[in-house]
């Protein structure tokens, strides 16, 4: 279960920063989300899509407690973003594109080391291990150093090592991006899974195929705002266009304006 409420972010900006914002730019400080409120539930599949610069890393960074609110709140599993983060940090598993990973440890050694962080006893690790492993089709480069592996294999290490001890609630941030057919569909086919075992799953994409076919609830962020935020079912019976990258083109055209 995820709970934002009433949540914004602002950033102080350099001189440089403010003068590359252009002569019209006032103040000091940049609001890159606008006091939004979301609620994400277990068994079901939140998709948060916008364009460059909305507030969806931003926004899915604050639930991940790698930055804090600037006001407003923010629980996981109930649990406050701000108050007790490393219990969130042991229900919750975040996975990007950006994989970070120790090119010098195996896929091997590097999931066993994220297990130990969470320490996990050998036979969960095992346990959960074995099943990512196959799911992931990874057992034929276990023992590989990380440096030699394709791009689409260090996701796959990527979305072990964030799996690994079995978290409630997972965010995907971009988790396709620049990735080939076939690892993207290794992610498609996990988020399936964390939603048919009744995790709460959020996640953002610009492959709108992915949100129309994965999202059960589904919120629109623009100019750190919410343009929508309810069920897919409602967004389809809304629309006013034929599309969902219509009715997406036309929201963010509307909120250009605003």
């Known amino acids: 279960m995820i709970k934002v409420?009433?949540?914004?972010?602002?950033?102080?900006?350099?001189?440089k920063q403010r003068k590359e914002m252009g002569v019209e730019f006032i103040g000091d400080s940049v609001l890159a989300v606008d006091n939004i409120n979301l609620s994400c539930e277990p068994g079901r599949i939140f998709g948060l899509i916008g364009p460059?610069?909305?507030g969806k890393t931003t926004t899915l960074r604050m639930i991940g407690t790698m930055l804090k609110p600037s006001s407003g709140t923010i629980s996981v599993n109930d649990y406050d973003t701000v108050l007790n983060p490393q219990s969130v940090k042991h229900s919750l598993g975040f996975l990007s594109g950006n994989t970070g990973l120790y090119d010098r440890l195996t896929a091997e050694e590097m999931v066993r080391y994220y297990a130990d962080?969470?320490?996990?006893?050998?036979?969960?690790?095992?346990?959960?291990?074995?099943?990512?492993?196959?799911?992931?089709d990874m057992e034929e480069?276990?023992?590989?150093?990380?440096?030699?592996?394709?791009t689409g294999m260090m996701q796959k290490v990527n979305i072990a090592r964030t799996m690994i001890h079995e978290p409630e609630v997972v965010v995907f941030d971009e988790p396709t991006s620049g990735l080939d057919v076939m690892a993207s569909r290794s992610i498609i086919q996990l988020i399936r899974e964390c939603k048919n075992s009744g995790k709460t799953v959020i996640f953002s994409s610009h492959r709108l195929g992915e949100i129309q076919s994965l999202c059960d609830d589904l919120?629109?962020?623009?100019?750190?705002?919410?343009?929508?935020?309810?069920t897919y079912d409602e967004f389809e019976s809304q629309k006013q266009t034929d599309t969902l990258e219509d009715e997406f083109i036309r929201l963010v055209g509307e909120g250009s304006h605003v």
């Open 5 to 15: 409420k009433n949540v914004s972010k602002s950033y102080k900006l350099s001189r």
């Open 52 to 54: 460059n610069g909305a």
């Open 117 to 136: 962080l969470h320490e996990m006893s050998d036979n969960d690790f095992q346990q959960s291990r074995d099943r990512l492993f196959a799911l992931l």
């Open 141 to 150: 480069f276990s023992g590989r150093r990380i440096g030699k592996l394709s």
């Open 219 to 230: 919120a629109i962020m623009h100019k750190g705002k919410l343009f929508f935020n309810g």
